[in-house]
Nanobody
Framework: VQLVESGGGSVQAGGSLRLSCTDV????????MGWYRQAPQNECEFVAA???????TYAHTVAGRFTISQDNAKKTVFLQMNRLETEDTAVYYC????????????WGQGTQVTVS
C-alpha cells in the first residue's frame, strides 16, 4: 500500500464530504494523481485528476460539485465533494492518473462513501 485514503462515510443527499489521500511512498514525485470510484456491480470510473502543475480535470458527472486539490508539502491529495447524490455512492480510490489498477486496491484500500 502506497496511498492511504480517508474521509469517507455516510451522508444524506445534498451533503458534503472531504476525502484525503496521503502518499506514503514517492508516487507524487513521478505521477499525476487521480480519484476513481467503483459502485457495486459497476466498472471502475474516473472521477477527477490533478497534474503536478495543478491543472485539474473532472468527469462530467461530478464537474461543478467536486474539487480536487493537493498539498505537495504533505504529499496529500484531497477531493472535496459537495451536493452529493445517491449516485455518488461507491468506494473511492486514489491512484496515479490513468493507471489500469485504479480500483483494485493495489495502490490503497479505498474509502467508502454512502449517500442516502
Amino acid at each position: 500500500v502506497q496511498l492511504v485514503e480517508s474521509g469517507g462515510g455516510s451522508v444524506q443527499a445534498g451533503g458534503s464530504l472531504r476525502l484525503s489521500c496521503t502518499d506514503v511512498g514517492s508516487l507524487f514525485d513521478d505521477f499525476d494523481m487521480g480519484w476513481y470510484r467503483q459502485a457495486p456491480q459497476n466498472e471502475c470510473e474516473f472521477v477527477a485528476a490533478i497534474q503536478r502543475d495543478g491543472v485539474t480535470t473532472y468527469a462530467h458527472t461530478v464537474a461543478g460539485r467536486f474539487t480536487i486539490s493537493q498539498d505537495n508539502a504533505k504529499k496529500t491529495v484531497f477531493l472535496q465533494m459537495n451536493r452529493l447524490e445517491t449516485e455518488d455512492t461507491a468506494v473511492y480510490y486514489c491512484a496515479p492518473h490513468l493507471t489500469v489498477l485504479a480500483c483494485t486496491g493495489y495502490w490503497g484500500q479505498g474509502t467508502q462513501v454512502t449517500v442516502s
